[in-house]
């Protein structure tokens, strides 16, 4: 079991986004571990090649955000709004999925082996190439 503390912004440099959205943000290849950015927006931010194990993004906002290649192990992304975000290639080892919406999320090649999804909607969603997807 992955155990990583959760980290606040002000561990960050981030001047200035304290509490407030991140919306289309630059966070590419950050070293975002652990990082409790719950119930937080971050539409189309692009968050790709970024390590995002042990977040927790539960009821976070990333629609239309690209995560290609990033690194989401044991995250928690419970109740987020992943809607048409680009995931490809990300790797949602032991992640929390439950109630997430990826409706037209792009999985391509997307790591999912062991993550829990009950719930999710992956209403046309493209999930070619997804290692660890076993449909019913």
Request: proline share 2%; charged share 25%; hydrophobic share 40%.
């Amino acid at each position: 079991e992955l155990s990583v503390r959760t980290r606040s912004e002000d561990e960050f440099d981030w001047p200035g986004t304290r509490g407030r959205d991140l919306d289309w943000t630059d966070l590419r290849g950050r070293d975002l571990r652990g990082i409790d950015l719950a119930r937080r927006s971050l539409v189309g931010a692009d968050l790709s090649g970024s390590n995002l194990s042990g977040a927790d993004l539960a009821g976070a906002n990333l629609a239309r955000a690209s995560l290609v290649w990033s690194d989401l192990t044991g995250a928690d992304l419970s109740g987020a709004d992943l809607r048409r975000a680009n995931l490809s290639g990300a790797n949602f080892h032991g992640a929390t999925l439950e109630g997430a919406d990826l409706t037209g999320a792009i999985l391509y090649e997307a790591v999912i082996q062991g993550a829990r999804m009950r719930g999710a909607n992956l209403s046309h969603a493209n999930i070619d190439g997804v290692d660890g997807f076993y449909p019913p």
